[in-house]
């Protein structure tokens, strides 16, 4: 709804407000009419059409009193720009391109998506990413005001691929956020659904892209242990030592059919390589039984993809296990800039105690990762293994 | 939509100066740019600047009465260098010319125009 608004409206801030409106009015139905959305869309619609004409008749009175102030108005501004009707698909891609322009930062992407596409609250997504309500708010108030001030315009490009890229990102930076949450915060581990939920919209909207699909079988993978990953405690279990039969077949069965679809489109890309990765880890029966050679290999194709120094963490710990601590801690030697990072100094702790090195040496790495985690499951645990 | 494109660039960075070799070809670089616009219709008006060593800066406090600064307003490393100012459809279109600019090194600042009082 808010994207056909906006696309008819020309003006997301205004769309936004509207639907507000009109579901706000809603809370006063007496009974559910028999079109609820028909509903809410022509009470948003009239609403929108009064705020433009309050909007105009302000600016107007504006105009006499301080002329030197007002803008010139644009032409026509009287009559909200009707655009050709497009299908609601379009509508809805085109807003998820918007709330992830390149010209907005990261975070502001993140909350716009979550509050315009995946329809949070402010409240919801301010508790969701642990940060102040009203900071996130003015966040928020602030990107309606630059869309709207520089021009940035609703619409699909040409070239899609940077666009989708960037959008995906988004997406699976949301999907991160709710993978970190703690047992107990089940509004942050929601963000995990709502980002499933995205990018399957993105899928059913842009079918053929294979890091699409490739970006949800990796989401659906990881979802899939999450029953596993806690203990009765709340406390974090790791994935050698998760009971694997509670993985939800369900989700995994999902993966896969994401998956083969994105290979069989021959268009490799890294979210499809993190995706194999998680499914050589979702189809081991058994830790013992995983597949670390074939792992180590997708990583190192990976590294050439991405060069993160966090990619190249990962593959080290890959190659760790399938060729030995040593083979591991020789790449670990390479990775750069990540001395602030907790978990490059705890898998460097964990490699050097496999390799038999001396407790100091363990010790000060595994202090180094307390010293620097954030998340307080991550310290407990890092607490438990000093 | 207006756009202003504000042009900072490293001013001891080397660059042919009027007569010497690999001139010409310099400012051909700029010319052509300045006829794309020109030929698009995003043309409004453009201005290259002598180096902020020219600059003299008014600092105005509350009360405290004008002081003139030998100097920009900015003491870093990249400085105003020159702007355009561009008429484009929208951000995507406004990017894309600006990312064209023939600027070897620095930042280039798009920023939408709010209000020209000689706009047409």
Same mark, same amino acid.
């Given at each position: 709804?808010?994207?056909?608004?906006?696309?008819?409206?020309?003006?997301?801030?205004?769309?936004?407000?509207?639907?507000?409106?009109?579901?706000?009015?809603?809370?006063?139905?007496?009974?559910?009419?028999?079109?609820?959305?028909?509903?809410?869309?022509?009470?948003?619609?009239?609403?929108?059409?009064?705020?433009?004409?309050?909007?105009?008749?302000?600016?107007?009175?504006?105009?006499?009193?301080?002329?030197?102030?007002?803008?010139?108005?644009?032409?026509?501004?009287?009559?909200?720009?009707?655009?050709?009707?497009?299908?609601?698909?379009?509508?809805?891609?085109?807003?998820?391109?918007?709330?992830?322009?390149?010209?907005?930062?990261?975070?502001?992407?993140?909350?716009?998506?979550?509050?315009?596409?995946?329809?949070?609250?402010?409240?919801?997504?301010?508790?969701?990413?642990?940060?102040?309500?009203?900071?996130?708010?003015?966040?928020?108030?602030?990107?309606?005001?630059?869309?709207?001030?520089?021009?940035?315009?609703?619409?699909?490009?040409?070239?899609?691929?940077?666009?989708?890229?960037?959008?995906?990102?988004?997406?699976?930076?949301?999907?991160?956020?709710?993978?970190?949450?703690?047992?107990?915060?089940?509004?942050?581990?929601?963000?995990?659904?709502?980002?499933?939920?995205?990018?399957?919209?993105?899928?059913?909207?842009?079918?053929?892209?294979?890091?699409?699909?490739?970006?949800?079988?990796?989401?659906?993978?990881?979802?899939?242990?999450?029953?596993?990953?806690?203990?009765?405690?709340?406390?974090?279990?790791?994935?050698?030592?998760?009971?694997?039969?509670?993985?939800?077949?369900?989700?995994?069965?999902?993966?896969?059919?994401?998956?083969?679809?994105?290979?069989?489109?021959?268009?490799?890309?890294?979210?499809?390589?993190?995706?194999?990765?998680?499914?050589?880890?979702?189809?081991?029966?058994?830790?013992?039984?995983?597949?670390?050679?074939?792992?180590?290999?997708?990583?190192?194709?990976?590294?050439?993809?991405?060069?993160?120094?966090?990619?190249?963490?990962?593959?080290?710990?890959?190659?760790?296990?399938?060729?030995?601590?040593?083979?591991?801690?020789?790449?670990?030697?390479?990775?750069?800039?990540?001395?602030?990072?907790?978990?490059?100094?705890?898998?460097?702790?964990?490699?050097?105690?496999?390799?038999?090195?001396?407790?100091?040496?363990?010790?000060?790495?595994?202090?180094?990762?307390?010293?620097?985690?954030?998340?307080?499951?991550?310290?407990?645990?890092?607490?438990?293994?000093? | 939509?207006?756009?202003?494109?504000?042009?900072?660039?490293?001013?001891?960075?080397?660059?042919?100066?009027?007569?010497? !070799?690999?001139? /010409?070809?310099?400012?051909?670089?700029?010319?052509? *740019?300045?006829? #794309?616009?020109? $030929?698009?219709?995003?043309?409004?008006?453009?201005?290259?600047?002598?180096?902020?060593?020219?600059?003299?800066?008014?600092?105005?406090?509350?009360?405290?009465?004008?002081?003139?600064?030998?100097? !920009?307003?900015? /003491?870093?490393?990249?400085?105003?260098?020159?702007? *355009?100012?561009? #008429?484009?459809? $929208?951000?995507?279109?406004?990017?894309?010319?600006?990312?064209?600019?023939?600027?070897?090194?620095?930042?280039?600042?798009?920023?939408?125009?709010?209000?020209?009082?000689?706009?047409?």
């Amino acid at each position: 709804m808010l994207a056909l608004l906006t696309h008819r409206f020309g003006d997301l801030g205004l769309a936004d407000d509207a639907v507000q409106d009109a579901l706000v009015s809603a809370l006063s139905w007496e009974s559910v009419p028999d079109n609820p959305a028909a509903w809410l869309y022509t009470v948003a619609h009239n609403r929108a059409i009064d705020l433009l004409r309050r909007e105009a008749a302000a600016r107007r009175r504006l105009l006499r009193a301080a002329p030197e102030l007002t803008t010139p108005p644009p032409p026509n501004e009287e009559e909200p720009m009707i655009v050709e009707h497009s299908p609601v698909g379009d509508e809805q891609l085109r807003l998820m391109l918007l709330c992830c322009h390149p010209a907005l930062d990261r975070d502001t992407q993140i909350a716009l998506t979550l509050r315009l596409v995946g329809g949070l609250t402010t409240t919801e997504i301010a508790a969701a990413f642990l940060v102040a309500e009203p900071t996130l708010a003015q966040r928020i108030v602030r990107a309606k005001r630059k869309i709207r001030a520089a021009g940035i315009p609703l619409s699909i490009p040409a070239e899609l691929g940077d666009r989708l890229h960037t959008l995906l990102t988004v997406l699976y930076l949301i999907f991160n956020e709710g993978y970190l949450a703690r047992a107990s915060e089940g509004h942050r581990l929601a963000l995990m659904d709502d980002a499933v939920r995205l990018t399957e919209s993105t899928d059913a909207l842009t079918p053929g892209h294979a890091e699409v699909e490739g970006l949800l079988a990796l989401e659906l993978f990881t979802r899939a242990r999450t029953a596993a990953r806690f203990d009765a405690e709340g406390e974090i279990v790791l994935l050698e030592h998760q009971d694997r039969s509670r993985w939800s077949l369900s989700d995994i069965t999902r993966a896969d059919a994401a998956l083969s679809s994105a290979l069989s489109r021959m268009e490799p890309g890294p979210f499809q390589l993190h995706a194999l990765i998680a499914s050589r880890h979702a189809h081991a029966a058994t830790p013992a039984g995983t597949d670390w050679p074939t792992i180590a290999a997708l990583y190192r194709q990976l590294a050439q993809m991405d060069r993160s120094p966090v990619v190249a963490l990962n593959r080290a710990v890959a190659v760790a296990m399938a060729e030995g601590p040593d083979a591991g801690l020789a790449l670990l030697d390479e990775v750069t800039g990540l001395e602030e990072y907790h978990l490059y100094w705890a898998a460097r702790g964990e490699l050097l105690r496999r390799a038999g090195r001396n407790d100091e040496e363990v010790r000060s790495a595994l202090l180094r990762a307390r010293e620097l985690a954030a998340n307080p499951v991550e310290r407990r645990h890092l607490d438990r293994l000093l | 939509m207006e756009y202003m494109i504000l042009i900072n660039g490293d001013e001891s960075a080397p660059r042919p100066s009027y007569g010497e !070799p690999g001139y /010409e070809e310099f400012m051909a670089t700029w010319l052509a *740019y300045t006829q #794309r616009l020109i $030929d698009g219709g995003h043309w409004v008006s453009g201005a290259n600047l002598h180096p902020s060593t020219t600059a003299t800066t008014i600092a105005r406090g509350f009360g405290t009465g004008d002081t003139l600064l030998d100097g !920009p307003y900015a /003491e870093t490393k990249e400085q105003l260098a020159g702007y *355009y100012l561009i #008429r484009a459809a $929208d951000l995507d279109e406004a990017l894309q010319l600006a990312a064209a600019i023939p600027l070897p090194a620095g930042a280039i600042e798009v920023r939408p125009v709010s209000y020209r009082p000689d706009a047409s």
